[in-house]
């Protein structure tokens, strides 16, 4: 079946503008991550959508980025008042629930660069 | 709060020659999953292999394999008749059983492939 997708694949702001980034997880996939990446550092964790139990957003940066989960199923990642250092790689992976840890499936990303 | 280091920024290895790439962590759990991925510039990210940590047998993959020394809290990647598509990013992550399975990444090691 059909992989995580994310859109849009690339975007380029300019600083002070909000941005929208898209996620559609795998379908039957109940959970949902969204991870930043920056040039030449590994992913970082903002937060985590699981059925209808409220997220955990623990790893988000700032008070300027947000998300929410539509239906159980497309998130959106808004970064408000874009900075340049919000320039990463936003990458979304789902899982399948399942008695113990089960694979995170991540998207392509969206690359964003705040200028 | 759990960290995974990558000790090798970039590693080099000749065609069809082995590689082994090193990764520690730091946790006070004694349950918990271990996975490398492989990042190639597509930026989309393959799981290579996943290791449970109550499980004492190393885990395989075709020509991937780890050495999984739970008490010296190692994990590294073993690489066998390497291939030209092998060369990309690898991700080791730690993966927390506690709420929300989030993963920790380590800041990743750049592996290139010699023809």
């Known amino acids: 079946g059909a992989g995580v997708s994310q859109s849009p694949s690339n975007k380029v702001t300019e600083k002070g503008k909000d941005v929208e980034l898209r996620c559609d997880p795998i379908?039957?996939?109940?959970?949902l991550y969204w991870y930043r990446q920056s040039l030449g550092q590994g992913l970082e964790f903002l937060i985590y959508?699981?059925?209808?139990?409220?997220?955990?957003k623990s790893g988000l940066p700032s008070d300027r980025f947000s998300a929410e989960r539509t239906g159980g199923s497309v998130s959106t990642l808004t970064i408000q008042r874009t900075q340049q250092e919000d320039s990463a790689v936003y990458l979304c992976?789902?899982?399948?629930?399942?008695?113990?840890?089960?694979?995170?499936?991540f998207g392509p990303g969206t690359r964003l660069l705040v200028l | 709060a759990q960290t995974v280091t990558q000790s090798q920024p970039e590693m080099s290895v000749q065609e069809a020659e082995t590689v082994t790439l090193s990764c520690t962590y730091d946790?006070?759990?004694?349950?918990?999953?271990l996975f490398w991925y492989k990042q190639p510039p597509s930026r989309q990210m393959i799981l290579v292999i996943r290791?449970?940590?109550?499980?004492?047998q190393n885990a395989t993959e075709n020509r991937f394999s780890v050495n999984f020394q739970k008490a010296a809290k190692s994990f590294s990647l073993k690489i066998s008749d390497s291939q030209l598509g092998d060369a990309a990013m690898y991700f080791c992550?730690?993966?927390?059983?506690?709420?929300?399975?989030?993963?920790?990444f380590g800041a990743g090691t750049i592996l290139r492939v010699k023809s």
């Open positions: 992976a789902s899982r399948a629930l399942g008695g113990r840890q089960e694979t995170q499936y």
């Open positions: 379908s039957g996939h109940t959970a």
């Open positions: 959508f699981q059925g209808n139990s409220a997220p955990d």
């Open positions: 946790t006070s759990e004694s349950d918990y999953y």
């Open positions: 290791q449970e940590a109550y499980k004492q």
């Open positions: 992550a730690y993966g927390t059983m506690e709420y929300g399975n989030k993963l920790v």
